[in-house]
Each structure stands twice: as C-alpha cells, then as structure tokens.
C-alpha cells in the first residue's frame, strides 16, 4: 500500500496476493476504482498521480455523457445514469443522497485500530456524511491476503424518524476487455450448469427470492475476455456471501461502464432503520484472475485461512439416506453399521426418518425426539454400536422447518411464517418456522443441543427443504425472510458454542445454500441430491469456484443412481468422489464381496491422497475435446500432482491427442505414471497401452503443460488417475 492515510489522499494503491486495487478518494465522493486486477508492483506516489491524470476525460459540457468515475456504491448525484447502489427513502424524502463530505482511511493489519487478523487483509474505511438526508453512509473495502476483495456498505439512519433502504449494492467495475458474462443455473438436482453469454449494454440480473440462493443460484457472476476458460483469459467476478434472498447483476452502462454488483433482495419493510440504527449489506467476494483456476484459488486460499476451517483430516462418511430412506430398522443398521466399519468409513451419518412420527416426508419436523416405536431404546443400540466400532456419529436435522401434521405446529401455529393468507403453500409437506421469535428459536435450539449432548453427535447434517415464500412474523405480519437468514446463522453458531467440535454440513436438498455467508457456521456442503457420478463432474467443477474440495461432500452411491438411472462402474463412482469429501451412500448390505473389495481400495487410496487433495490448489485443463475432462490437485510446494482424466460423452475411439498436465512447477522434472485405470460399466476396460502409461515419463513441468502426453482412448464413463511426482 502506498500513500497517506488520510481524508485528503487523491489515490490509494492495495496490494495484496498478486491483486492491485487502487482507489479514487474524494472528499465528496465514496472511493472509485481506478483498477482491480494484476499486481501493478511498487508504484510510487507521482506515478499514482499520474494515474489519475490519465483517466481524466475530455471536456464536456455535462458529466452525466460520460462518468470519469464510478464509485463503489455509485449515486445518481455524482452523475451516474445507472442503477443506484443505494436506493431508499424516509417516508418519501431524503431518495437521493449526496454527501457534504466523505472521509477516507486506510488500514494495514496490524496497525492501530485494525488487529492483524487471519486474513492479513489491508481495510480502506470510507464514510460519506449526507446532512440533509440525515444519513451516514459507510463502505469498506477489504483486499485479502489471498487478493480477494471483500466490499460491503453500511447506512445508518442519523435523523428522527424511519428510513427505509430499498436496495444496498456495492458494485466493482471491470474493463472493457471483460467482453463475456459466465454464471450458473439450474434446478433441484441439477444444479450449477454454467451458462454464458455476451456482456451486452442493459442488466443481466440473477436474483434469488427463495430464501435462499437456491438450485438455480448464480452462485459466481464473471466477467472475462471473450472465449476466457480455466487457465486462459482473464476474468472478473463476484460471489455474495449471504445465505436470503439476494441479486447479483452486471451493467453495462452506455456511459463505457461495466459493472459487477451484488446485494440482499428485500422484502418491505426489511431495510427499515430506526434512529440511530443501521442496515449492512452482505459481503460482496470479488476475484480475478488470468482464468477461472486463479479466480478460484484466491476464494479457496481464503477459506483455508480461516481459523474454523476444518484441517483434521475429512473422514470418510457413510450416509444412510439412499440406503434405507425412511425405513428405519435397528438390525438392518446395525449392518449397515457393520459394513461401513469394515471398509474403513470414519463417520456414520443416520439420516431423516429417526424422530416423532418421521415415517415419510408428511409429517413430523419440529418434533425433536426420537420416534418412541422404531427407536423404543432411543438411538443409543446404533450410536453405541457407531461409537464401539471406532466411528464418529452424526444426525440429520432440519431445524429452520415444521410440517403442519407435527406437535409442534399444532401447539404453536403461530411459530409457523406465514401471511394474512396463512402459511401460503408447504413443499415436501413442510413449512417454514420462525427463528426470528426468541421462544421458538430457544425451543429448537434447545431440543437439538440435547440431542447432540445425549448422543455425542459430532456432525449435524443440515438440511433446507422449503423455500421461504410467504414468510412473515405470525403477529407482526411483516416479512421475515432477512431475520430467518440471520437467526439461522446465530443458531448454528450457538450449537457450535455449546458443542466443542460439532461439525455442521449446509444440505439444502443439495446443493441449495453453499455461500460464503453460511459457510462462516458449515464445515461441508451437500453438492447436490443427485449423486451420479457422471453428473458430480460438472457440480464438483462449478461448486468449486468458491469453495474447496474439502468442503464438497461426494458420495459414491448404488451401481444404478436412483435420480438418473445411470449405470456406472463402481470405479468410475468412486474415482469421481474421490476428489471431494468421500462418502458412501448406498445399502452395502447388498453389495457383492467383490464389490466391497473394489470400494475398500478406494477408501483406502482416498485416505492415502486426502492430505493432498485437501491442502492443494485446484487446476482444471481446457480441453479442446468436448466430453473429455481433466481435473486435479497440485500440492502447494508443487512436489506431486493427482490428475483425474474422465470421458463423459463418446468422443473418439482413436487416441484424442495429447494430454497438458496444468500447473506443475516449470523447472522440475516430475515422474509421470497413471496410478489406475478404471472400468465403464459392463466390463469395458479401461487398459492404457501408450508407454509412458505402463512404464511411466520423465519429463519437466514445462513440458507436461505446453507438451503433455498422449492421452488414452477412454469409453463413456470411465476415468483414469494420473500422478506427477517430482523427482
Ligand atoms: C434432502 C437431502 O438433500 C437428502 O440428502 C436427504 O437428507 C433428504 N433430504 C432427507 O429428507
């Protein structure tokens, strides 16, 4: 960072893991960006100047034709013709805020005011006065040891009556050459399918109105140079990290601007501020880089720097729910228990169906204690079992939902969010309840914490089956969707309070909810309910954006996948999970011995590897061959490699070419071996016969990437591993 810290600074330069961020401050005006992207390196401050110099425009005679700055919460008094970042008013009054002065001030960790906190960050404060308006408005810019840049703002109400914020969305803008918007999409099951298209003028708006990002969340929104992948181009995005109702949006402004943002969707009423209180808005991610491989990287180097960033190793997980669903039978899971204990599985997870009236998915929820006929011993026979054979024990709760046929809502219809039309329409049967009343949220909070006490749960498996439609406070009749999101984080961070250890993974019927917000509380998300090994492809890639592999629950399921129907090679299965948190979730009670065999190797090979696919960068290839795959993880000191070659759609039965092996350390020279080759199902082999396959290569860590080797012919759903180990 250079330059002084004080309201009178014209340029700020941040510097922090390979990103520059350099600011326009004003006294009258919220900081600008003048750049966001590759480390500009020691910049002196005349050259700063000069910066700013250069950007100056032309004359005109209105600055309304062209802004020469936009800035991070962009006012339509500065002359900005877009989408204001903060739209609200008081009682129709005080809509367009205009700041009488802004002060600026910088801080390094670990100077006066700013411990040095995990995140080695560097903080630039700004706080705009609007006397008239009587409002502060506050932002701050955060640029992450990892170069992630963290952004929100706050408005707090300095006058005497209400103010209402409508809308608070900070925005990054990106340059010219961002010429290609890449987001996700989806559905239950499906989700994270990438969709891309030009960054033409107008919005491209992605909302969620849910409750929740949702199945179809845009989870990142980037703009990169046109045809950008993931190790070529550059690309610009942003990530929201809050677990409601959200918008994440870029414009393209006629004005020459184009700009990343994102905020809350809020329900009326939600952003109204009392005197002397505020409203925040959630922390906007923004990242770059030359491809979405360094994009991610910094999110990921992020996350593991967390201090609640789970680093014991991440245990092998059996999860009983499409092995047994609701049937729920103590000998047959004590088997189940039997078996997964065998194979070397870590942590038994007992799914949905084991509490009060729990037969189906109709009734039940919110009915905290364990279902008297199935369980007349209560869960202790299983947990004993779980916990004698050397595993760790974990429960499914939906604590955030009640279904209408429960004890619960019949005593308390009023906990149930709901408006003058009553609790609006169930999904799955269920409603939501309202965490945002202090008796509901201690009953909950309470019911759950003593049966993690009770049992020794070490893992609570969290699930979300409701989207919050229809959700207000019973006696208030006000929305409550923004105070439901809130109050979810504070229960999840209390159980994790009372209970030293317990690990929480967001479920959401997949892959609904894996924002930053909820991963401040989550140790591993549900990617998807659909675990098709085939499938898992695509969601670990996009999952991954954001989050690392050890944060990304894969399940090896049954040999035909109960949501597709696909039939896959349980090594194909299996060598698909591998690279994220493995699992099983499939009744190996009817597995073949064979089978059990083949799954064993696996968890074995997943123990041996999960140092390294945990702790190490995430590299993916484009491959100019559709339906081929290349995924891997490269240990940090770049001493050895695991690549994953996968063909997901028939692509040719001749040799596809050669094969670059990304992100290995150009000088070394690394031994090249394929460390398994698996099977399609049927038997199909997967036998590579090139070379350097049966033999192994020797070869530079310039040559894998810009060379490579020659690719094996592969069938449909079949993969094969590939290790570099430096030598
Ligand atoms: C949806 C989850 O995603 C599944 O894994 C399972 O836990 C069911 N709910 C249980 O009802």
Known sequence: MTGPQEAATRVVHLRRGGTSVVLRLDPEVLPCVLHWGSDLGDVRASELDGLLLAARLPESDSVMYRQEAVSILPQHSTGWLGRPGLLGSRDGTAWS???????????????????DGPDGAARLVSIGTDHACKLLV????????????????????????????????????????????????????????????????????????????????????????????????????????????????????????????????????????????????????????????????????????????????????????????????????????????????????????????????????????????????????????????????????????????????????DWVLQTEHGPGLPARHQHVLDLGNPDAFAHVVDLISGLVKQYGVAYLKWDHNRPLVDAGHARTGRPSVHAQTAATYRMMAELKDRHDG????????????????????????????????????????????????????????????????????????????????????????????????????????YKQERTLLHTGTVVNADLDVPGLELTGVVARDRGEALYRLSALEHTVTTPPGRLQLPGLDPDRLYLVTCAATTHAPDGVGVRPTMPWAREGVRMTGRLLEQV????????????VLIRATAI
């Open 97 to 115: 805020v205009a700041f009488e002065h802004v002060t600026h001030r910088v801080d390094e960790a670990g100077t006066d005011g700013w411990p």
């Open 502 to 605: 317990l690990e929480i993974e967001s479920c959401c019927a997949g892959g609904g909810r894996l924002d930053l917000g909820i991963m401040e509380y989550a140790d591993r998300v549900w990617v998807s309910d659909c675990i098709d090994a085939h499938e898992l492809h695509r969601l670990l890639r996009w999952t991954g954006l954001t989050l690392p592999r050890e944060l990304l629950g894969t399940h090896v399921g049954a040999p035909t996948d109960h949501t597709t129907g696909r039939r896959l090679s349980l090594d194909f299965r299996a060598g698909s999970a591998l690279f994220g948190h493995f699992g099983v979730e499939w009744d190996l009670t009817a597995a073949e011995s064979g089978e059990l065999d083949q799954l064993r190797t696996w968890i074995d090979r």
């Open 708 to 719: 490579g080797v020659q690719a094996p012919a592969l069938p449909v759903d079949a993969l």
């Open 138 to 413: 506050t932002t701050e810019l955060r640029l992450l040891a990892s170069g992630l840049v963290a952004l929100r703002a706050t408005v707090t109400n300095e006058g005497a009556d209400r103010y209402e914020v409508n809308h608070l969305e900070p925005a990054l803008p990106v340059p010219d050459a961002a010429q290609e918007l890449l987001d996700m999409t989806g559905a239950h099951a499906h989700e994270r399918v990438p969709q891309r298209h030009r960054f033409e003028a107008g919005q491209w708006m992605r909302e969620a109105w849910g409750g929740r990002p949702g199945h179809d969340s845009a989870t990142v929104l980037c703009a990169g140079t046109e045809g950008f992948g993931f190790r070529r181009g550059t690309v610009w995005g942003v990530h929201l990290g809050w677990s409601g109702n959200q918008v994440l949006s870029a414009e393209r402004h006629t004005a020459g601007w184009r700009l990343l943002r994102g905020g809350e969707r809020l329900l009326p009423d939600e952003g109204t501020i009392a005197p002397g209180t505020s409203y925040s808005s959630p922390w906007l991610y923004g990242s770059w880089g030359r491809g979405l491989d360094e994009f991610s990287a910094r999110f990921h180097e992020y996350l593991r720097a967390r201090p609640q960033h789970p680093t014991s190793p991440r245990p092998v997980v059996l999860n009983t729910w499409e092995a047994v669903y609701f049937d729920h039978d103590l000998p047959k899971l004590l088997e189940l228990a039997e078996a997964a204990a065998a194979l070397g599985v870590e942590r038994f997870v007992l799914d949905d169906g084991w509490f009060h009236a729990r037969r189906d998915d109709t009734a039940g929820l919110g009915d905290w204690h364990v279902d008297e006929d199935v369980w007349p011993d209560g869960l202790n026979p299983l947990v004993d079992r779980v916990h004698a054979l050397g595993m760790e024990f974990g429960l499914w709760v939906e604590p955030e939902m009640v279904n209408l046929d429960s004890d619960l809502a019949r005593a308390h219809p």
